[in-house]
């Protein structure tokens, strides 16, 4: 049963009596959530399974390779080096090499149509970045700069459109982090990237927007969102699942058909 569909048939069972800097566009956390966010999310033992699997000479063989690919300027390349490195991924774990290879993507292909190939690769490596930006390497250059994150987030917003970077962008202005509070800002760059199916800004949104927190309450609408968020949250996303039970716990009835109606919109506009 696809996603979609599933969430659909949750909100159901639920409803039986017993959640270049740049120029920007649009609808609180459940806990405050740290500003440091991880710059890549591992599998648990992924790690461990790949050591086991591939012979070492083999991953020495294919470490080699990516970095002469990288230093030859190749952007899969150092994308997939820098990944390795932020993860300790085969390699000591390395914030500082990870952040200097997503800086050379950066730096080279800032520029490229948000339609090229690399694109994606180019708009993540930005994104990196600015959480980077926004936690700092420990006893490195690379400092706490929430002024430089939020570059690094706007750009890939609004240039390469990126839902992750929209995510990011909109924390800081719901937040205030390097930048003044502008929740209305916010709520635009939470609306696009929901929209794009991003599950975090889904949540946020949907928790907005059903508890009426700092936009007109829209209960039936929030509740969509919540659904959705939480078929795609992470196991360890565990903030999304509890701000879904308290919604669909205190919706009532009415809101509990709109929002089914809203969902069965969603699925179709997806489908087609």
Known sequence: MRIFEWAIVALVLAAVPVAPPARAFEGTPVPPQDTAIPVVAAQPGSGAILKKAVPQAATATSLTSLQYAAEGGHPVAQWKLGRM?????????????????????????????????????????????????????????VKVDADRAREMFSYAASYFGNADAQYDLARLYLNGIGTPRDTRYGAR?????AQKGQHQAQAMLGQMLFNGDQLPRQAARGLMWLTLARDSASPDETWIKESYNRAITKASENDRAMALQMLEHWVQGRKD
Do not use: C, M
Not at 189 to 193: R, Y
């Open 85 to 141: 490195y932020a993860d300790g991924d085969g390699v000591a774990q390395d914030d500082l090499r990870a952040f200097e290879y997503f800086s050379r993507i950066a730096n080279a292909h800032a520029e490229d149509s948000p339609s090229a190939p690399q694109a994606a690769i180019v708009a993540n490596a930005f994104v990196a970045l600015g959480r980077y930006y926004l936690s700092g390497i420990p006893n490195t250059k």
């Open 189 to 193: 760059w939470l609306g696009l990237a």
